[in-house]
């Protein structure tokens, strides 16, 4: 029998193939957010993106939750196109923010997408308490989103990603608007829900002790423009605890991340 | 720990209870002060008035009860043109609202329209509408009651197709990639996203609209073929020289835009009342 987590068996999910995304500004310019990005991220795997404001990495995430169309190169996902495994419906996508509809209770937002996706009352019921559950909130299924705090706010978007089953799940900087011990405690809680359900994640993040705590592989971009620097495979077994950033070899692949940063440290 | 020992002022502005006494006593108490300087004829020297003019308080009072009867059904009458008027007039402006966002490379230029028809007086528009509708139906008084409920919708369209549309439109950051990531229609979008997200707009265009509403009513009637209303009695009496009577109604006339903002306040914190939980 395969023992081997999904992540290791190497089966190309999602493939970056030469994605250049060029904008234009305000005054006209051409900005060059994304040049020539190509890799491929694993099934199963917990993969990082990784770099300063301005490298892209948002950019890239659009590009594959087909919120975002390349200027050239494009994106395969289990060998279709974005768009195609977007009307498939089988992106969870968090965001920076939670992004929740104030006049629903934190049960029926975590139904939004099920309301959508056209599930029966029952199952949409029984999704959402499950994942209330998952995320430790069943106490507060029928509170208000501005009845809770923000670490509880950005929970009850996590539930309603990964509420859809979606492949994929795609997070933007989820946690950068919270608390260290926030921030701490939901690192442990995904990591949980991710060896639970073997989904593949993307996550971005500028945080270098974020994306070694989280990740299976670290994909480094370095701005201006947003580029390719390396990509980094972080050997930290799981399931992943806190005590083990103090380890030294935590503080390596700290290190290794941050000198594989074009132009060296930052 | 230093204790620091806190003004009373300091205290009082903390103290809940003080708060809301202070923000509903504060107001009562001023009203009362007007009311007893009006009685004891103060404010006729101020002003330097006489009773007859300005008639005191228990006189209003008095003549209010008297004719209560014949108040109620001219009050009725203002009362009805102001909420068809505002309930059709914000319909209306809601639709335009809706038409704007779904089209909005002309939507919004075509509000620009919308909210200079804002601009036109009422005391313009009044007369127009009485003209306009004269052949609308052999009955004086229907005649009337169409050309009035004309001049407060009108009045009323702007408002709501304005700050309708900004409820449409102006969606928190994220929320349409959220929807596009689910594979939304446009009409799962605008059911799910962006009529609950009016909601709270609406009422802004209502705290606006429902005392204009009663405004145009009174003053269109002052124009009207028909003679009924509140706004046609203030002004016969007033014609007449009797000051009395027409305070009497002008009291009616606050009485009734008194009434209308507190239903629409009672409607609003019950229909937002989970968007201001804490």
Not at chain 2, 202 to 220: E, K, L
Not at chain 2, 252 to 272: D, H, K, N, R, T
Request: net charge positive; charged share 20%.
């Amino acid at each position: 029998m395969n023992e081997k987590p999904a992540y290791m068996n190497n089966d190309i999910e999602i493939a970056i193939n030469n994605v250049s995304v060029v904008f234009k500004d305000n005054s006209g310019n051409n900005v060059q957010a994304l040049d020539n990005i190509d890799f491929d991220i694993h099934k199963g795997e917990f993969i990082s993106l990784l770099g300063p404001s301005g490298c892209g990495k948002t950019t890239l995430l659009r590009t594959i939750a087909d919120l975002l169309e390349p200027t050239s190169g494009n994106v395969r996902v289990s060998g279709r196109t974005p768009k195609e495994i977007r009307l498939m419906q089988k992106f969870g996508i968090v965001f920076q923010s939670p992004v929740l509809f104030e006049w629903r209770t934190i049960k029926k937002n975590i139904e939004l997408p099920l309301e959508i996706m056209g599930y029966s009352k029952k199952d949409r019921s029984d999704r959402a308490d499950e994942m209330l559950e998952m995320v430790g909130l069943t106490k507060f299924a029928n509170h208000y989103p501005q009845q809770l705090s923000g670490g509880m706010q950005q929970r009850v978007g996590i539930a309603r990603a990964f509420g859809i089953r979606p492949e994929i799940l795609l997070m933007d900087e989820p946690f950068s608007a919270l608390d260290e011990f926030t921030k701490e405690k939901l690192h442990l809680d995904l990591l949980k829900i991710w060896e639970k359900t073997n989904k593949t994640i993307v996550f971005v993040t500028h945080n270098i002790q974020e994306a070694v705590f989280l990740s299976t592989r670290i994909c480094v971009l370095s701005p201006h423009p947003g580029r390719l620097s390396a990509v980094v495979d972080v050997d930290l077994p799981y399931p992943r605890t806190i005590e083990m950033r103090d380890t030294p070899h935590f503080g390596e692949l700290v290190s290794k991340v941050r000198n594989s940063f074009e132009g060296g440290s930052l | 720990m230093i204790k620091r020992r806190k003004s009373l002022w300091q205290r009082l502005k903390e103290n809940s209870v003080a708060q809301t006494l202070s923000t509903i006593l504060l107001p009562i108490s001023f009203g009362v002060l007007i009311l007893v300087f009006w009685q004891t004829q103060v404010l006729h020297k101020i002003f330097n008035t006489d009773t007859n003019t300005l008639p005191l308080p228990s006189r209003i009072c008095r003549i209010i009860i008297d004719n209560h009867s014949a108040i109620l059904v001219n009050a009725l009458y203002t009362i009805i043109v102001a909420v068809v008027g505002l309930v059709i007039g914000s319909i209306i402006g809601y639709l335009i609202a809706v038409f704007a966002a779904l089209f909005q490379k002309w939507g919004a230029g075509g509000l620009t329209i919308v909210g200079a028809f804002n601009a036109i007086p009422i005391v313009a528009l009044a007369p127009v509408m009485t003209n306009w509708t004269k052949d609308v139906s052999n009955d004086p008084n229907i005649r009337s009651m169409v050309a009035k409920i004309l001049v407060v919708m009108i009045v009323c369209i702007a408002s709501m197709s304005i700050n309708a549309f900004r409820g449409l439109t102006e969606l928190k950051p994220f929320t349409l990639d959220l929807m596009s990531s689910y594979a939304a229609s446009k009409k799962t979008v605008f059911l799910k996203l962006r009529l609950p997200n009016s909601i709270p707009y609406v009422f802004t265009a209502f705290r606006v609209s429902v005392p204009i509403s009663i405004i145009s009513a009174v003053v269109s009637e002052y124009f009207a073929e028909y003679i009924v209303g509140v706004g046609r009695e203030i002004r016969e009496n007033i014609v007449l020289g009797q000051y009395p009577t027409a305070w009497a109604y002008i009291v009616v006339a606050c009485l009734i835009g008194l009434l209308m903002y507190g239903v629409l306040v009672a409607i609003e914190s019950i229909v937002l009342k989970s968007r201001r939980v804490k």
